[in-house]
């Protein structure tokens, strides 16, 4: 029997990568404007249980961190951490490294306009360097579905 758990009911991942019919969900990622937040990883962990995504990112002013779901119990410990690059090492990202507060939402539009940017560069066939970190999962998650915000970020994403 799996886990019910009570903690992450009102967590939503920010971004979504969804399949064309929106039946499957290929990867969730949550981003965290403040460096710190143990919470963040757990939450993540178990949004992608139960939406049952096998590819979890979690982007922060330092780290880009990719989980992946084995899918050999319906439990945290099935979600194991595959890739961990510093967010430094991405150029789309540089400019919020080290900084311990920024405005969520202008973080969180980067990080899309990012694997909107990452998308298109593997659609057409030139990744660059740092592209290829992710090869293993990110990139075939982003490759079989569409990027999605999970709701709006700011007033003037809202009133469109």
Not at 94 to 102: D, L, Y
Request: hydrophobic share 35%; glycine share 6%.
């Amino acid at each position: 029997m799996g886990r019910v758990y009570t903690n992450c009911v009102s967590f939503r991942p920010d971004i979504l990568v969804v399949s064309p019919d929106e039946l499957t969900t290929h990867l969730l990622v949550e981003v965290g404007s403040s460096v710190a937040d143990p919470n963040r990883e757990t939450s993540l962990k178990h949004q992608m249980i139960r939406m049952g995504a096998p590819t979890g990112l979690l982007v922060t002013p330092d780290w880009v961190t990719v989980f992946r779901d084995s899918f050999k119990s319906y439990a945290e410990d099935s979600i194991a951490r595959v890739d961990q690059v510093s967010t430094g090492e991405i150029e789309d990202l540089q400019r919020f490294v080290g900084r311990q507060s920024t405005s969520e939402a202008e973080f969180e539009d980067a990080v899309q306009n990012w694997l909107d940017q990452l998308k298109y560069r593997l659609e057409r066939g030139y990744l660059r360097g740092s592209d290829l970190k992710f090869r293993d999962h990110l990139l075939p998650a982003l490759e079989l579905g569409e990027i999605r915000a999970t709701g709006p970020r700011t007033p003037r994403h809202a009133a469109r």
